[in-house]
Every structure is written in structure tokens, then in C-alpha cells.
């Protein structure tokens, strides 16, 4: 019988920290893909030698943070290491890191599946490091943009708990979520100030063995992490079939193939020569700190979840709604604005969001939008109130989607209030009964589902002005009275 393989997936994620300034200096943080480059630069983090470094409290303080939220012990006595390797981006020679003594280590990540299933996943350690410069291949001309050098890095670091490319994805989200949540990092991806290694290998299913692993560089995006992981999984599986050996490798993704390409084969840890950085003194994190930090973390995605499911939410919606932090905050928001929860789930992830995505717009831009929670609150209440129906309020959300403006107005602009005017709604229902006798015979012969496509025509005649109630009961009265006459 041929064997079957499952993945081997150990995720090594890298995190810019938000701070204002760098991890080692002053020099500013800023947005490298739109700051002029080598603007934001200094001694420290251009390498210049003789310099000294000194550790940016605040990037120890997200260190912390982002540690709690992934259940990690945070270590009271931390040192800084240097990694030694040369490369153009990094003018000193070595990157400060942590080495043996990790900032944060044995948490784990409870990640959600599709199937609605939970699991858990070890978080190995996380560690503050800097980031590289950037490097710009133009023509034959390599260019170089220190910026980025020196800001804060946190790398995150997983157990190989993870068996295929879906609960890579699933892994990937819930820890973008935490980093959003715990506020130390944006999560923009396109951005690079979120990046994903994958550790990946196979091994027949039901055995405990590691067997050699590829690691595939920098990804940026979630989808081409799933992408890469699968496309892994399905090699290393196919060469052990036919009997063939993995090479330990460094790869990347190459998104015109849809295939790795090796990059380099790996170096190991001995490489880097990592010793005690003699620059900076051994950090000590007093427990008290740590103590105050915990009290201050903000609600985490789970916690968040199980409080939308108690206020009567499923736990698809719940689910859904805590994914982008954005999107939790402007549902609170229409919240507070004095709609009904459920209610307010129903439009957001099916009206709302069908409208961003017919628009091309991400769900976590959804404070950008022209739809204000309060006018999302607004329009489920005139609905409740019976002023309109669901249908105008579809049409006032299209309009207020492209145009803004409030629900009330909309009302008044396109003449939707609903009238409850029982000749009006007579006069459609026998227009409609007469234009489609075939449908009235199939209702008459015990089709009931017919009702819902006749409801739509007298609801269409009442251009969005019919109490819906007031319509489905006048329909029901008259479709019945006339099956009862034949
Ligand atoms: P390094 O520091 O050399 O990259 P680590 O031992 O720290 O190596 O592991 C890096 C990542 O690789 C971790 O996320 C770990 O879970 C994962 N990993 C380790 N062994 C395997 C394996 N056999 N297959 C897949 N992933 C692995
Ligand atoms: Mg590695
Ligand atoms: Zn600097």
C-alpha cells in the first residue's frame, strides 16, 4: 500500500514593532515603501563603528505584550546577541538579536478551522532582533535604503505543530489578528512589516519523525503562504515516493511559476557565530512590569468572540466579525449606536460586506468606507420602526455606499417610506396573480414555495413601498381564497 505523507510546518514569523523610533537609536520609524530613502538614518544604525546602542523600551514593552498574548513565560533576564553574516543591507556585519535567552518562550496560538474546530499550536520562543535595510535591484544597479535598518523586529518562532497549508493560512491569520489586536503591528503585509518563513517537511502519516525541511523566505501575503506551503507539502511527497531525498534549502516563491525556487542551501546556526552583544548590558524585565502589562492588554480576539457570542451571535458571525480588529471595532460601533446585535451582524457581514467586495475594497478597510456605523444604526432602525422595508433600505445602503449621506435623507430623496395604503397592496397582488396564472395553479396544487417568488413581484409593483407583513398577508388571503374557488 503506498504511504501517505502529512506536513511538517514550523512557522518563523518576523514582525516590525510599532514604536516611533528605532530598536538601538533615535532615527524615526517611517512607512518604507513611500519615505525618501536613507533620510531616516544615523551612525547606530548605519554600523559606523564605535557607536553605542541603547534598547528602545518601547519595543520591549510590544515585545511583551504580543508575548502574554501568544501564553508565552516572559523571561526576567534577557541578553542580546550578535548574528553574524555579512550582506549589502546590513552594514555592520552582524544583526543585534536574541539568541539563547528569548524574550518570550513555550506559549501557544489556539487557531481556528474551517470546519469550526480549534487547535492548538506551540509558540516556540519570540525574540527582538532589527531589521536590514532594504535592497533595490534596478537594471544592473543594486541600490540600498537604510531606513529600515535598525527598526524594531520581533520573530516569532512556532513549534512544527502545524500538518497542512490550510492551518498554515489559519495560523498566519489568528496571529496577524493578535498583532493587530495587541497594537504592535499593522498588519499590512503589502508593506513588508509583516513577513512569513515557513519550515516545511513530510512524514508518513501516524509516524513522529522530523525529517529534512526546505524553509521558504519572505513571504508577504497570507494566500501565497497557503500557496507555498501546499506546493511544498505535495513535492516532498512525491520524491519520497519515488524514493528520492529532500535537500535542506532556503527557497522562495516565485508567483509568475506558482512554484519555490531555491535560493541557497541553508546555512546552520554554527554559521553565524552568535555571541553575547558586548555593546549592551542584559536587559532585566521586573515582574511587576510584566504584572502591569498584563492588566493593560486590550480584549483578544477570543475573549471578543465569546463575548459577540453571548450577545446571541453565531459563532460563524462571531468568528468572522473579531478576524480584522477594524471590523470588530465598527460593528461595536453601530453597537453604540443603538442597534440590535444580530441585527447588525446580518447587514454587516452580508450587505456591507458584499458591497466592499463588489468594490474591490479589503474587509479591513472598512473604516474607510462611506457607510458611517451610525448610519448603518440609522437604517436597522428605520427598518424596525417599519418607516421602510428591506428592500429600500438595500437601495439606501447602495446609495449611501456610493454617496454617503444619512438614511433619513435617502428616504425622503427616493420616496421610500412605505405606506400601508391595503388597496394599493390589493391592487398589486391581483396584477401579479393574473400575470402569472401558472404559478397561482402550482401554489393551488400544494407548491408553497411559490409564495416566496409571487412576494417578490407584489413587492417589486410596490417599489419598495410595501410593508412587507402588510403584502405577504394580503397575498397569502387572496392566493388561498382563489384556490378554495376552483
Ligand atoms: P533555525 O533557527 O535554524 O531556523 P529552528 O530549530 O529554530 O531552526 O526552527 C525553525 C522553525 O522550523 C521552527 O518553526 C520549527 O518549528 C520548524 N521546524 C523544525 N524542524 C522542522 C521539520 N522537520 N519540519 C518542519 N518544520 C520544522
Ligand atoms: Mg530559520
Ligand atoms: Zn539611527
Not at 522530523?210 to 516532498?236: C, D, G, M
Not at 541557497?264 to 558586548?278: I, L, N, Q, T, V
Not at 459563532?315 to 480588529?325: F, G, M
Not at 457581514?349 to 466592499?356: D, G, K, T, Y
Request: charged fraction near 25%; include cysteine.
Amino acid at each position: 500500500m503506498a504511504t501517505t505523507f502529512e506536513g511538517v510546518i514550523g512557522l518563523e514569523v518576523h514582525a516590525e514593532l510599532l514604536t516611533t523610533s528605532k530598536m538601538f537609536c533615535g532615527c524615526a520609524v517611517v512607512d518604507s515603501t513611500t519615505a525618501a530613502p536613507n533620510m531616516h538614518v544615523c551612525p547606530i544604525c548605519l554600523g559606523m563603528p564605535g557607536v553605542l546602542p541603547v534598547i528602545n523600551r518601547a519595543a520591549v514593552e510590544y515585545a511583551i505584550r504580543v508575548g502574554l498574548a501568544l501564553n508565552c513565560e516572559i523571561a526576567p533576564y534577557n541578553v542580546f546577541a550578535r548574528k553574524s553574516y555579512f550582506y549589502p543591507d546590513q552594514p555592520k556585519g552582524f544583526q543585534i538579536s536574541q539568541y539563547e535567552l528569548p524574550l518570550a518562550k513555550n506559549g501557544y496560538l489556539m487557531i481556528d478551522l474551517p470546519d469550526g474546530s480549534t487547535k492548538r499550536i506551540g509558540i516556540r520562543r519570540a525574540h527582538l532582533e532589527e531589521d536590514t535595510g532594504k535592497l533595490m535591484h534596478i537594471g544592473n544597479s543594486s541600490l540600498v535604503d537604510f531606513n529600515r535598518s535598525g527598526v524594531p523586529l520581533l520573530e516569532i518562532v512556532s513549534e512544527p505543530d502545524i500538518r497542512t497549508a490550510d492551518e498554515a493560512e489559519a495560523y498566519a491569520r489568528k496571529l496577524r489578528a493578535l498583532l493587530i489586536y495587541s497594537g504592535a503591528n499593522t498588519g499590512d503585509m503589502s508593506k513588508g512589516v509583516l513577513r512569513m518563513e515557513p519550515n516545511i517537511s513530510v512524514r508518513p502519516v501516524g509516524s513522529d519523525e522530523f525529517r529534512t525541511r526546505v524553509e521558504v523566505k519572505n513571504l508577504n501575503s497570507i494566500k501565497v503562504l497557503q500557496k507555498a506551503s501546499a506546493f511544498e507539502i505535495a513535492r516532498h511527497a512525491k520524491v519520497y515516493e519515488q524514493g528520492g531525498t529532500i535537500k535542506q534549502a532556503t527557497l522562495g516563491w516565485d508567483e509568475m511559476r506558482q512554484q519555490t525556487v531555491v535560493q541557497r542551501e541553508k546555512e546552520s546556526a554554527s554559521d553565524y557565530r552568535y555571541f553575547p552583544e558586548p555593546d549592551l548590558p542584559p536587559l532585566h524585565i521586573s515582574r511587576e512590569w510584566v504584572e502591569e502589562i498584563r492588566q493593560q492588554l486590550p480584549e483578544m480576539p477570543d475573549a471578543k468572540r465569546d463575548r459577540f457570542l453571548s450577545m446571541g451571535l453565531s459563532r460563524y458571525e462571531a468568528s468572522v466579525l473579531v478576524t480584522e480588529r477594524s471590523v470588530a471595532d465598527w460593528f461595536e460601533q453601530v453597537l453604540a449606536a443603538g442597534a440590535e446585535p444580530k441585527k447588525t451582524a446580518n447587514w454587516l457581514l452580508n450587505e456591507v460586506f458584499a458591497r466592499m467586495n463588489k468594490a474591490g475594497l479589503d474587509q479591513d478597510v472598512i473604516g474607510t468606507i462611506k457607510v458611517t456605523p451610525a448610519a448603518l444604526a440609522a437604517l436597522i432602525k428605520l427598518v424596525d420602526a417599519g418607516t421602510i422595508n428591506n428592500n429600500a433600505a438595500k437601495t439606501i445602503l447602495d446609495n449611501i455606499f456610493e454617496q454617503g449621506g444619512e438614511p433619513a435623507e435617502w428616504v425622503k430623496e427616493l420616496g421610500l417610506e412605505q405606506t400601508r395604503d391595503v388597496s394599493a397592496v390589493e391592487a398589486a397582488v391581483a396584477k401579479v396573480m393574473s400575470d402569472n396564472p401558472k404559478d397561482v395553479d402550482r401554489f393551488c396544487a400544494g407548491e408553497e414555495k411559490v409564495v416566496r417568488f409571487l412576494m417578490g413581484l407584489v413587492m417589486r409593483e410596490g417599489k419598495g413601498k410595501f410593508p412587507a407583513d402588510l403584502a405577504q398577508q394580503v397575498l397569502t388571503e387572496k392566493l388561498t381564497a382563489l384556490c378554495g374557488s376552483k
